[in-house]
Nanobody, 132 residues
């Protein structure tokens, strides 16, 4: 199983970025592709999950207004489009797979805590730094 994130970088407040998660070694359509970030000094924060077959998508509360997740079955790649970036979005961003979204969700909005054990596999992460 391999997940490789890309697309991070140094951007200014208000800018946009699209992160990619290129995957291999497992059946893409059998898993939820999750986006998770870790802010220095803080715990893991789950942002979004996408289940490729039906493009079912879930978001953490408050995430949907600026972040948009998607997937491409033809390339086994998931994406996280981020707009209106803020300094508090500075973090290491990871994609990780799970059989289902590891949180309680209602109408596509999810709440709860996660740990690394919530997921079957992780990528190495891509750094996003938002600074003027």
């Amino acid at each position: 199983v391999q997940l490789v994130e890309s697309g991070g970088g140094l951007v200014q407040p208000g800018d946009s970025l699209r992160l990619s998660c290129s995957t291999s070694g497992f059946t893409f359509t059998n898993y939820v592709i999750n986006w998770v970030r870790q802010i220095p000094g803080k715990g893991l924060e789950w942002l979004s999950g996408v289940h490729p077959p039906g493009n079912m998508i879930w978001y953490a509360e408050g995430t949907r207004d600026r972040f948009s997740a998607s997937s491409d079955i033809s390339s086994n790649t998931a994406y996280l489009q981020m707009t209106g970036l803020k300094s508090e979005d500075t973090a290491q961003y990871f994609c990780a797979i799970s059989r289902r979204v590891p949180l309680a969700c209602v109408s596509g909005v999810c709440r709860g805590e996660i740990t690394r054990a919530s997921f079957a596999a992780w990528g190495q992460g891509t750094q996003v730094t938002v600074s003027s």
